[in-house]
């Protein structure tokens, strides 16, 4: 078995203003790095677009209509200070969440030990009914229902590396016991969210605030004695990834310190956990990460420790 990695040209035609820092050359990146010989045996796959019905697993009808009557006819249109949607917006944000679910399915059928979905735009500041964030859907979270409601599951772990704190994936997973979600952040930062007393209605929500400055050893450290624990003893079927790259110690948002080293030991960490708790079952899909270069070198040392982990 190897790696899967999922991706949609569709993700390509979400178009943000001139120097907005979620835009297409993201991907465009990502899709360069990967090109490089030693990911020619990559197993690559696209999904069909997600049905509606899949967006409903965390949002109200009312609020996937309100996304899809923002969607201009040309041109841009801002939902927030950070959000924007342009004519192909609907469409990535569909072919994303096929992508995830698409990586989810096979990985749940043994197809492969794990996978990594590239799209955008990301999902993990969206909340149940507001778009914030440069986030339209709950994207992991709408793969964590999936992998409990339609695949049976009893317990998924999502664990959340992205230097912002995932608020959108905790409103949308805190009342739901059967899974835990996990975010490492920079704190304070935007959006405010994640102090360690947020632990959520079900105890389920662990909130790993780092201060700005924050370095790879220290992040590590964090790691081994506050999350691994936790995750161990809920013994999770399956591991989902919002692996975002703007802890990098060059992104532009923010002020953590890691490296291309530091994503290839927590990818080493979590595929650990999964070999011991979920079959081996870890499926990956990117959140942030502004510098481009930092970007695709991040990317690239996450995908290769998956390709070796899952071979």
Same mark, same amino acid.
């Given at each position: 078995?190897?790696?899967?990695?999922?991706?949609?040209?569709?993700?390509?035609?979400?178009?943000?203003?001139?120097?907005?820092?979620?835009?297409?050359?993201?991907?465009?990146?990502? $899709?360069? %790095?990967?090109? &490089?010989? #030693?990911?020619?045996?990559?197993?690559?796959?696209?999904? =069909? !677009?997600?049905?509606? +019905? /899949?967006?409903?697993?965390?949002?109200?009808?009312?609020?996937?209509?309100?996304?899809?009557?923002?969607?201009?006819?040309?041109?841009?249109?801002?939902?927030?200070?950070?959000?924007?949607?342009?004519?192909?917006?609907?469409?990535?944000?569909?072919?994303?969440?096929?992508?995830?679910?698409?990586? $989810?399915? %096979?990985?749940? &059928?043994? #197809?492969?030990?794990?996978?990594?979905?590239?799209?955008? =735009? !990301?999902?993990?500041? +969206? /909340?149940?009914?507001?778009?914030?964030?440069?986030?339209?859907?709950?994207?992991?979270?709408?793969?964590?229902?999936?992998?409990?409601?339609?695949?049976?599951?009893?317990?998924?772990?999502?664990?959340?590396?992205?230097?912002?704190?995932?608020?959108?994936?905790?409103?949308?997973?805190?009342?739901?016991?059967? %899974?835990?979600?996990?975010?490492?952040?920079?704190?304070?930062?935007?959006?405010?969210?994640?102090?360690?007393?947020?632990?959520?209605?079900?105890?389920?929500?662990?909130?790993?605030?780092?201060?700005?400055?924050?370095?790879?050893?220290?992040?590590?450290?964090?790691?081994?004695?506050?999350?691994?624990?936790?995750?161990?003893?809920?013994?999770?079927?399956?591991?989902?990834?919002?692996?975002?790259?703007?802890?990098?110690?060059?992104?532009?948002?923010?002020?953590?310190?890691?490296?291309?080293?530091?994503?290839?030991?927590?990818?080493?960490?979590?595929?650990?956990?999964?070999?011991?708790?979920?079959?081996?079952?870890?499926?990956?899909?990117?959140?942030?990460?502004?510098?481009?270069?930092?970007?695709?070198?991040?990317?690239?040392?996450?995908?290769?420790?998956?390709?070796?982990?899952?071979?």
């Amino acid at each position: 078995m190897s790696t899967l990695f999922f991706t949609d040209p569709a993700c390509l035609t979400h178009v943000t203003p001139q120097g907005h820092p979620e835009r297409v050359e993201r991907l465009r990146a990502i $899709l360069t %790095a990967l090109e &490089a010989p #030693e990911f020619a045996g990559l197993d690559r796959r696209q999904a =069909p !677009p997600a049905p509606e +019905a /899949e967006l409903l697993r965390c949002h109200p009808a009312a609020y996937v209509a309100q996304i899809r009557a923002s969607i201009p006819a040309e041109g841009s249109h801002q939902l927030d200070p950070d959000t924007w949607v342009s004519p192909g917006s609907w469409d990535a944000a569909l072919a994303g969440v096929g992508a995830l679910n698409g990586a $989810l399915d %096979a990985v749940m &059928a043994g #197809e492969a030990r794990n996978a990594f979905a590239a799209i955008r =735009p !990301p999902g993990h500041h +969206a /909340e149940t009914a507001t778009p914030m964030g440069f986030c339209l859907f709950g994207t992991i979270a709408i793969a964590a229902k999936r992998a409990l409601d339609h695949h049976g599951l009893s317990r998924v772990a999502v664990l959340d590396f992205d230097v912002h704190h995932g608020n959108g994936t905790q409103d949308l997973l805190q009342h739901e016991p059967r %899974a835990l979600f996990v975010s490492s952040h920079q704190f304070p930062l935007w959006p405010g969210t994640g102090r360690a007393e947020e632990t959520g209605p079900h105890g389920n929500i662990l909130n790993l605030p780092l201060p700005p400055g924050t370095e790879g050893p220290a992040f590590r450290q964090a790691w081994e004695e506050t999350v691994f624990p936790r995750v161990a003893a809920f013994d999770p079927q399956l591991i989902l990834v919002s692996a975002g790259f703007d802890a990098h110690r060059d992104d532009p948002l923010a002020q953590l310190n890691l490296t291309e080293a530091d994503f290839s030991w927590i990818t080493h960490r979590l595929c650990d956990l999964a070999d011991a708790h979920a079959g081996g079952r870890v499926v990956s899909v990117l959140e942030g990460g502004y510098n481009l270069d930092a970007l695709a070198a991040s990317t690239a040392a996450h995908v290769r420790v998956l390709r070796e982990r899952g071979a």
